[in-house]
């Protein structure tokens, strides 16, 4: 069964570095979102990308966040300037361009700023 | 802002009962709901959805309730199994498709054998 997938499954880093966090959507979709969960709270969302560009974003989106495709694959969340609150798990999903489909989730990122 | 609210941050049930998970949302645009199952070190899964024209969604041991009037959904999940305890999610979006999920804090189910 096709699944999304992403690396790594924990990065470390400095407050101040810059992060890049990946995944794979499913082949065949479409649409791309990055989720975060600060432990212990909900799951929100940060950005939805089709068509090459972001659709929407949160107020959690903001300078410090960018997304790519850089290639026909992978699907990257950069955070430029990491901040201690920046800690949490990050969750990429697709899903494919006919409505009322859900969400596929990744297994996430947990990244942790020291 | 809470638009979708979880109030139980946890529920234990006996294997074989019911289990009903409470949801309930703030803003009247909302008109497609989710419900996530998540297991620990796992990203949210899909379990099943409604569209705000529909009362009632099911799918095998899982069946989604929608009160558009109340603004709540359920999800009951009968007979309850061990497999079944995770952290459980509701999502809700105000086009369908794919738009952006605003999900509860969820509620931890733990089924007892």
């Known amino acids: 069964e096709p699944e999304v997938t992403q690396t790594p499954s924990h990065q470390v880093t400095q407050m101040g570095q810059e992060v890049i966090l990946r995944c794979v959507p499913i082949?065949?979709?479409?649409?791309f979102y990055w989720y975060r969960q600060i432990l212990g709270q909900k799951v929100e969302f940060l950005v939805s990308?089709?068509?090459?560009?972001?659709?929407?974003k949160s107020e959690i989106f903001d300078d410090q966040f960018s997304v790519e495709r850089p290639d026909g694959s992978n699907f990257t969340l950069k955070i430029r300037s990491t901040k201690l609150e920046d800690s949490a798990m990050y969750f990429c999903a697709s899903s494919d361009s006919e409505g009322w489909n859900e969400q596929f989730f990744g297994p996430g990122t947990r990244l942790t700023v020291l | 802002d809470q638009q979708v609210k979880q109030n139980s941050p946890s529920l234990s049930v006996q294997e074989g009962r019911i289990s009903i998970l409470n949801c309930d949302y703030t803003n009247s645009m909302f008109d497609y709901f989710l419900w996530y199952k998540k297991y620990p070190a796992e990203g949210p899964t899909f379990l099943i959805s409604i569209s705000s024209i529909k009362d009632k969604n099911e799918d095998g041991r899982f069946t989604v309730f929608l009160n558009k009037s109340a603004k709540h959904l359920s999800l009951h999940i009968v007979p309850s199994q061990p497999g079944d305890s995770a952290v459980y999610f509701c999502?809700?979006?105000?086009?369908?498709?794919?738009?952006?999920?605003?999900f509860g804090k969820g509620t931890r189910l733990s089924v007892i054998a």
């Open positions: 990308f089709y068509n090459n560009e972001i659709s929407e």
């Open positions: 082949s065949n979709h479409l649409y």
């Open positions: 999502a809700a979006s105000d086009l369908g498709g794919n738009t952006p999920l605003v």
